[in-house]
């Protein structure tokens, strides 16, 4: 019964664990869509997420913070360049549908 249960847990974890690493391609896909038609100097890059749990605030220097949010949220940054500029957003995505609910700057020149 001991080994059911721990087989199950470490089974469910697994699964758990795959929703969240599959949530960057789905959010790299959705991104991209997006941004059709932008002429970018090289392809933007996306990072891994962090998870914000609701109620926090992720900071954002020079800009206002992301945050809070009554659920929690990964949080993705994207770095690119677009016509000799560079710039870095937020994308705050529903950990639950990976859809992207929010794109806000963190920095651009």
């Given amino acids: ?26 959010v790299t896909d959705q991104y991209l869509d997006s941004s059709r ?11 891994e997420d962090v998870l914000l749990e609701a109620g926090s605030i992720y900071e954002i220097r020079r800009q206002a913070d992301a945050g809070p949010f009554a659920e929690d949220k990964f949080i993705f940054k994207v770095t690119g360049s677009i016509h000799s500029g560079w710039f870095s957003n937020a994308i705050i995505v529903n950990p639950t549908t990976c859809d992207i609910e929010k794109i806000q700057e963190i920095d651009s020149e």
Avoid: H, Q, W
């Fill in 1 to 26: 019964m001991k080994k059911s249960l721990i087989m199950l847990t470490v089974m469910l974890s697994s699964l758990s664990f795959a929703s969240t690493s599959s949530c960057l391609e789905s």
């Fill in 37 to 47: 038609g932008t002429r970018f100097d090289y392809m933007p890059s996306i990072n």
